[in-house]
């Protein structure tokens, strides 16, 4: 049973927008260059560069959703609203 039925949040749309820059939810080690989509990694490690193992990350604004993805997975309400 989910600790809530609903859950709610909102989120900046400029890292997915054509009027933004479209880096999506790409973060990039600033040590080593390295670009990795966070959802590919698992969340306690998503702060370690995956290539050299720095913590020196450029996120996206839109790491906001990459958390909600997270606790959405992890909790499963039964209703979702999100606005951007």
């Given at each position: 049973m989910p600790d809530f039925d609903?859950?709610?949040f909102?989120?900046?749309c400029q890292d997915f927008s054509v009027?933004?820059?479209q880096k999506g939810s790409t973060w990039t080690c600033k040590d080593c260059g390295h670009e990795y989509n966070p959802l590919d990694i698992h969340y306690s490690k998503r702060n370690i560069c995956p290539e050299c193992d720095s913590k020196n990350i450029e996120k996206t604004r839109s790491s906001?959703?990459?958390e909600?993805?997270?606790i959405i997975k992890y909790k499963k309400p039964k209703?979702?609203?999100m606005e951007n």
């Open positions: 609903l859950f709610t909102g989120s900046p009027a933004g820059k906001l959703v990459v909600a993805l997270r209703y979702l609203l």
